[in-house]
């Protein structure tokens, strides 16, 4: 059956000339036609014999769409010449077929298309809604039939279970089967429609690339359709939607909250999402099964059926969170009444008896927020002496005060209060309940009258102690709960389920830390509106990102505290207005990382946290060198501020200790320290030193090199002046080519590259002293890192040293990047160049933060500056920048940092480079120790721009910071704290691969 066969047919009877490929189908003919003005169609060529009926009632409903809701992505019917939509034609072996004609949609299918985000899954819903209300008035004979594939008749699949030989697999099938049936007479009486009945996976089209935003470009494939109630529909298109998804709930809630937003449901709809989603799986694999035993050649019967059954052997949601989750995603009352009790608390707020036996209007609120607080100091870890100390501050003489609802916190330490297997993992941050914080043994009284649910104690290291959980009505008979939580488990001696505490009546107690779960006094008080999904094991806590969720589920309860909401409510600081602050205060030229800010209030060794409690893992940032708020650097600031903070006209001890550590770590010849405020200022006087040194004016310095901010060190810096509206290249500056033996002049094929790329310098050499400036020196980061973390070959800088020397001038290491340990083998970069500078310039890591720099010469090259004029750094070498200086030399030395750097940098590269074996998009892996850079490139060999910018913002939606550099900002750079763990590196390389994979799927 030719391919020309079929372009006649098109030009003949479409009048449309164009190039045909066969798509894929398993009983019909399709084919992709390229017009010669660009357009695309598919042909589609039904099978012979194929009922006429079921061919027009396809092309009938994509008209009807078209009419209803014409900017709906679906493929439009192309009608013929002669007007018809459906032909009958002869193929090229004289049978009929029926042929019709349909616009090509662009994208590819949601199967294939990368990444899988809720903001297009919820527009998936949207789509689908849509559909279904276009279809809602449309009639046609053929959608009343007999057809396994309708849920409304899928109880078929009872009688045909004993195919499933897998005990426990055809178990799970016969409670899925058995709830349907529970459920039949409810779908039965639900209004029935034209529905798609088969928005899978391969018949959702998606377009967009890269950085673009991913969109729905298309629904496709209407040969599924029959009436049934729409939430069949939207039933079957989630149950694949949730297949492999790393977070199903997620998925699930946000195609249901697209599909209401464009056509609304109602509460027994959504109540019905989640059964019917398991039936629809259910009937697919018992179809597969029967299929493959009466095909048992095909693999591929059996290996389709692998996600259904990972799906429904390992979900473990529950029905009931579930139904509550998508009602509030819709929202909807998370439980039939919830809006009643809530109307009714709100009403009878004023009249409930006073949980404390006293008035709470004027009583304090305190602050346990990330933002606000820092308890506790790690974030990760808070031990028994430290939870019994929370809230402190607020303490005044045993006087209540309110923790508040809805605040994220930081508190809650404990690993089962993770969504994910890493660190910087999802995490449940935010309180569902208030606080009031008093002495131990304060009465608590009940506010209503209550029946006893649950009643025990959970002596587990910061769980609740003793905790109640009673069960109200409403006077219209609606339920609700209520759970008091780190009491003295006295109570028990007391009550138990069943038991009733009547309104305003004493029924326990605050414990003290060894009764409460090791807390600090206080009664966690939180109210349900239902227990369903949650039983007696309420989350006090919720993931800031299902808020959504848990506020509707768990809602303040200041009615029954008689206390307005807003008292106890969190207001967090909004991000949105801190960017709009932002902007009117500050330069445009001030950046900002990632396409979508991140707003960062607290930090612990190499994560940082959000407003809402959200852990990062920080693989960018150098500053923090021993981590993020090292307790140590804490104590010593706070010390010396206590003290005295003065400058270097004065004698102090903490000067010349400072100074010793420093000078201990370098080669003997270095014997004078300077003492600054950065790595600009000391980059800046390097540049002094050495023209006083040499008399001379001209720098050689390599091509994307960064020195600082000053006037001269920005002359020194090709990565600033080069820039478009740069200032430029001055006069006395010769810049050199970057030794990068991936992309340079020289590669590592090249056993010579190094002396090649060093006698570069002799040009620039010749004309600094042509142009009468002489060589006053050279300068260079020794790893050249916004250059794209390069790493030269060795010798490289030893020979232009030598060539340096030679001239007259003096060698200047920049050390800002890779000195301290970084690089684990060495403590400086130019160790590993066999290399001797005359000055070393370190800067930002040597405060961890706080604004230092140092810089080291020796004896000679100090005395040619001290020609009678004083230098002098207002803050450089202050007592307090002296102190924290050494002590973030002593943390290296005491926590062998230097060695981890080694160690995970090794673990680090060994990953990296399995990535670059795995993707074609990855060039070149390099680094050493903590200093890594990946390099992105485009099918070409490019640089990968694009590519780098969509990786690095991706990486930040998964919770890992990274940064990026190289002339075309396409290398990626992973300079993490060096308190980096084997959680850490392997997050970094396990998400890289997530990612990567997405690159190369889009």
């Given at each position: ?189 639900l209004r029935k429609q034209a529905i798609h009945n088969d928005a899978n996976d391969y018949n959702i089209m998606v377009a967009g690339e890269l ?792």
């Amino acid at each position: 059956m030719t391919l020309a066969h079929w372009g006649k047919i098109l030009w003949e009877h479409w009048g449309i000339e164009a190039e045909l490929t066969r798509l894929d189908g398993e009983y019909d003919l399709n084919f992709l036609a390229k017009g010669l003005d660009g357009q695309g169609y598919v042909l589609k060529a039904m099978r012979p014999g194929c009922e006429e009926w079921l061919v027009d009632m396809q092309v009938k409903a994509f008209e009807h769409i078209a009419r209803q809701l014409p900017d709906l992505p679906c493929p439009r019917v192309i009608v013929s010449i002669s007007g018809a939509s459906l032909l009958k034609l002869a193929d090229g072996e004289g049978r009929d077929r029926l042929v019709w004609l349909l616009n090509q949609l662009p994208g590819r299918c949601y199967a294939k298309a990368e990444p899988k985000t809720d903001a297009l899954i919820h527009e998936i819903g949207q789509v689908l809604g849509n559909a279904a209300r276009a279809l809602a008035d449309f009639h046609h004979q053929g959608l009343e039939r007999d057809f396994k594939w309708n849920l409304m008749q899928a109880g078929w699949i009872t009688d045909q279970l004993f195919c499933i030989t897998d005990p426990a697999r055809r178990a799970i099938l016969q409670d899925v089967a058995a709830e349907f049936s529970h459920l039949e007479p409810v779908l039965a009486k639900l209004r029935k429609q034209a529905i798609h009945n088969d928005a899978n996976d391969y018949n959702i089209m998606v377009a967009g690339e890269l950085g673009a935003a991913r969109r729905v470009s298309g629904l496709i494939d209407l040969g599924d359709m029959c009436v049934a109630p729409r939430v069949c529909d939207l039933a079957i298109a989630a149950a694949y939607i949730v297949l492999d998804h790393p977070a199903p709930e997620a998925a699930l809630a946000s195609i249901v909250a697209g599909y209401h937003a464009a056509y609304p449901l109602t509460a027994a709809e959504v109540d019905l999402v989640w059964p019917l989603l398991q039936m629809r799986l259910a009937v697919s694999v018992v179809n597969s099964t029967l299929m493959a035993a009466n095909n048992p050649d095909d693999p591929y019967v059996t290996i389709s059926q692998a996600p259904a059954w990972r799906f429904l052997e390992s979900n473990g949601l529950n029905s009931g969170l579930v139904k509550a989750r998508l009602r509030a995603a819709c929202g909807l009352p998370v439980v039939e009444g919830a809006d009643r009790v809530m109307a009714w608390l709100d009403q009878e707020r004023g009249g409930f008896a006073p949980l404390m036996g006293a008035d709470l209007v004027d009583a304090p609120m305190g602050s346990l927020s990330v933002e606000h607080s820092t308890w506790p100091q790690n974030p990760f870890h808070m031990p028994l002496e430290e939870a019994a100390r929370v809230g402190e501050e607020f303490e005044d003489e045993g006087r209540i005060w309110l923790g508040y609802y809805a605040e994220p916190r930081l508190i809650y330490t404990d690993t089962a209060f993770r969504r994910g297997p890493w660190k910087a993992s999802n995490r449940r941050t935010v309180h569902l309940a208030v606080d009031a914080f008093a002495p131990a043994g304060t009465a608590m009284f009940a506010p209503l009258r209550g029946e006893v649910i649950a009643a025990e104690n959970r002596s587990r290291h910061l769980d609740y102690g003793g905790v109640i959980i009673l069960r109200h009505e409403t006077p219209d008979g609606d339920s609700f709960y209520t759970l008091y939580g780190h009491l003295d488990p006295e109570f028990l001696n007391r009550l138990k389920p069943g038991d009733t505490v009547e309104r305003g009546e004493e029924f326990c107690r605050l414990g003290d830390p060894s009764q409460n779960g090791g807390w600090a006094p206080h009664v966690h008080f939180q109210l349900a509106l239902t227990t369903e999904g949650i039983e007696t094991d309420w989350p006090g806590v919720g993931d800031p990102d299902e808020m959504y969720l848990w506020q509707a589920l768990c809602p303040n309860p200041a009615a029954l505290l008689n206390l307005p909401a807003e008292k106890v409510l969190y207001q967090p600081t909004r991000k949105d207005d801190v960017l709009a602050g932002r902007r009117a205060y500050f330069g445009g030229n001030l950046s900002l990382t990632y396409s979508n800010p991140v707003m960062l209030v607290r930090g612990w060794k190499h994560h940082l946290f959000d407003e809402w409690g959200r852990p990062y893992l920080d693989a960018y940032n150098n500053v923090p060198h021993v981590g993020h708020a090292h307790p140590r650097i804490q104590a010593v600031a706070a010390d010396q501020l206590k003290r005295v903070n003065s400058n270097t006209r004065y004698l102090h001890p903490a000067q010349t200790a400072f100074a010793e550590k420093v000078l201990s770590k370098l080669p003997d010849h270095f014997e004078v320290c300077f003492f600054v405020n950065s790595g600009t200022e000391a980059n800046e006087l390097a540049l002094r030193l050495a023209r006083a040194h040499t008399g001379k004016k001209g720098m050689v310095t390599p091509d994307h090199g960064y020195h600082g901010n000053t006037t001269g060190a920005i002359s020194l810096s090709a990565y600033k002046f080069n820039k478009p509206k740069g200032i430029g290249k001055v006069d006395w500056v010769e810049l050199v080519e970057v030794a990068d033996d991936y992309r340079g002049s020289y590669r590592r094929d090249d056993p010579d590259r190094a002396q090649k790329y060093a006698a570069l310098v002799d040009a620039a050499i010749l004309k600094l002293q042509d142009a009468g400036h002489g060589v006053a020196g050279f300068i260079a980061e020794t790893f050249p890192s916004v250059g794209g973390q390069i790493i030269p070959p060795k010798g490289y800088l030893s020979a232009v040293y030598r060539k340096i020397r030679a001239a007259g001038g003096i060698c200047i290491a920049d050390e800002v990047q890779t000195g301290l340990g970084r690089l684990g083998e060495c403590y400086f970069g130019f160790e590993h160049q066999g290399a001797l500078p005359d000055i070393v310039v370190m800067g930002k890591p040597i405060g961890n933060g706080h604004p230092l720099g140092v810089l080291v010469t020796t004896k000679e090259i100090a005395e040619s500056f001290d020609n009678g004029i004083e230098f002098f750094s207002t803050f450089g070498g202050s007592t307090l920048s002296c102190r924290i200086g050494k002590e973030v030399l002593d943390i290296v030395d005491d926590e062998s940092l230097q060695e981890n750097a080694r160690s995970q940098g090794k673990r680090l590269i060994e990953g990296l480079k399995m990535l670059e074996q795995k993707y074609t998009c990855v060039g070149d892996v390099r680094g050493m120790g903590l200093f890594l850079g990946l390099e992105l490139i485009n099918p070409d060999g490019s640089q990968a721009t694009e590519i780098c910018s969509y990786v690095k913002n991706r990486m930040r939606d998964h919770r890992i910071l990274i940064g990026s550099e190289g002339p075309k900002d396409n290398i990626l750079k992973i300079r993490p704290p060096l308190t980096i763990d084997t959680d850490g590196t392997d997050m970094i390389v396990k998400t890289l691969d997530r990612i990567l994979r997405e690159v190369e799927a889009s």
